[in-house]
Structure formats: structure tokens, C-alpha cells
């Protein structure tokens, strides 16, 4: 049997930062040279050019014939796609903003150049892999709570929310009672009336004999007395 071992050290979450914030600038650098209204394609260079080398060299056919079928003819819209999705990953990686979910849309990305130009003589695989290998961390790591805005949304989300209305309070005084059954069963008891008026407006409008509205409105008020009286003799 392995013994658990902690791999983490006390900079491991700043070494992470690091990373994550470099290859967001690496996204950005990248969309950069992703030039819109036509991303390349009346030159024939830009991302149009890259595009085509991908249906000369991906390596993997379904891949090969959604590129050569899909995306080159609706190219102008997979450009727009394109290009802001990598800006996205980028700003989720460098200010650390719902950041694994910037991570996965990296790893799909990441994967997408892999597949269609590892193949290719100018190109070196092992760098599509290496952003393969960096979103897979991000993704199973939580690296946007070190200089991050993640960090403070989930110091903030943590937070439990203040009770401020009487059905709240009463709610969380239910939850936190020591008696916490007992109190349930004479609060619900107390609810009978309200069940039963809810009843006769049911009966009301099955019938159509008369306007339920009075029943309901008075139901209203029985259950938001009952919640005030609580919240006045609870401990």
C-alpha cells in the first residue's frame, strides 16, 4: 500500500500563478496575429493559411473532413470564433478568472492544433503537447485563487449570505437549534391553518362558487405571523 504523500510545497501555488499568467500572454501573443474582418482569407495567409495546412496534414480523417468541410467554408465565422476564444483563454489566465473553465477551452484548442499540424515540416509537435500538458494542470488545479480573481470570488461565495428577511432568520435558526426537531414538529403544527386555508381556496376554484383570493391572502398573512412569532421566542 503507497503511502499518501503531500507534493505540494509552500510556493507550489505561486509557482502555479507563474505559469498560468505566462500562457495566458502566450493566448493573447497568439490571437494577435488573428486579423479580422477576414482572418487572411482574400491574401490566402494569416489564419486562412493555417487552416488549409491543416487539411493537408491533420492526421486524423473525421478531423480532417470537419476542417475541409465545415470550417473552410464558413471560415470567416470559425475566425471570429477563433480569435475570441483564444483572447478568453488568455484574459482567464492572466487576471485568474473562471479559470479552469479558461483552462479547458485551452485544452480543446490545444488539441485542435495538435491534431492538424503536428504532422506538419515546419511545425514542432512537442510544443502543441506542451500546451495540451499546461491546461490539463490548470484544469485539475485550481491556479486563478493565487493572484487571481478567483481567489476573492471564492472567499466571497464561501461566505455564508446574511439573513435578512423573517423566513430566513427562521430558517437558520431552525438549522442551528439544538432542539431542531422538536422546534420542526410545533412550527409545522402551527402551519396547519395555513394548509387548510390553501385547501378551501383549492376547493373554491374546483367549484367556482367564489374567489379563492380571500382564502389565499388570508393564508398569506397566517403563515407570515406564525414566521414573526417564531422569530420573536426563538432563542
Do not use: C
Request: proline fraction near 6%; charged fraction near 15%; avoid cysteine.
Amino acid at each position: 500500500m503507497m503511502t499518501e504523500r503531500n507534493w505540494a510545497s509552500a510556493g507550489t501555488p505561486y509557482a502555479l500563478a507563474l505559469l498560468r499568467i505566462a500562457y495566458g500572454i502566450l493566448w493573447i501573443q497568439q490571437a494577435m496575429w488573428k486579423i479580422p474582418p477576414d482572418f487572411g482569407l482574400a491574401r490566402g495567409d494569416g489564419l486562412y493559411y493555417w487552416t488549409q495546412e491543416m487539411v493537408k496534414y491533420s492526421f486524423l480523417p473525421p478531423h480532417k473532413f470537419f476542417v475541409a468541410s465545415v470550417v473552410i467554408p464558413n471560415f470567416v465565422l470559425f475566425g471570429w470564433m477563433t480569435l475570441l476564444t483564444e483572447l478568453f483563454i488568455g484574459v482567464s489566465h492572466v487576471l485568474g478568472v473562471v479559470n479552469r473553465l479558461g483552462a479547458l477551452a485551452a485544452l480543446a484548442m490545444s488539441v485542435n492544433l495538435w491534431i492538424g499540424l503536428a504532422r506538419h515540416p515546419n511545425e514542432w509537435p512537442w510544443s502543441y503537447l506542451m500546451m495540451i500538458g499546461f491546461a490539463i494542470l490548470f484544469v485539475s488545479t485550481h491556479a486563478g485563487r493565487v493572484f487571481g480573481l478567483d481567489g476573492l470570488l471564492s472567499r466571497r461565495l464561501s461566505q455564508p449570505a446574511e439573513a435578512t428577511g423573517p423566513w430566513a432568520r427562521a430558517l437558520n435558526q431552525l438549522r442551528e437549534s439544538p432542539n431542531n426537531r422538536a422546534t420542526q414538529g410545533a412550527l409545522l403544527g402551527s402551519f396547519s391553518l395555513v394548509r387548510d386555508r390553501v385547501a378551501r381556496a383549492f376547493e373554491q376554484v374546483l367549484s367556482g362558487d367564489a374567489d379563492p383570493a380571500q382564502e389565499l391572502e388570508a393564508a398569506a398573512d397566517e403563515a407570515n405571523r406564525i414566521i414573526e412569532d417564531y422569530n420573536r421566542t426563538a432563542p
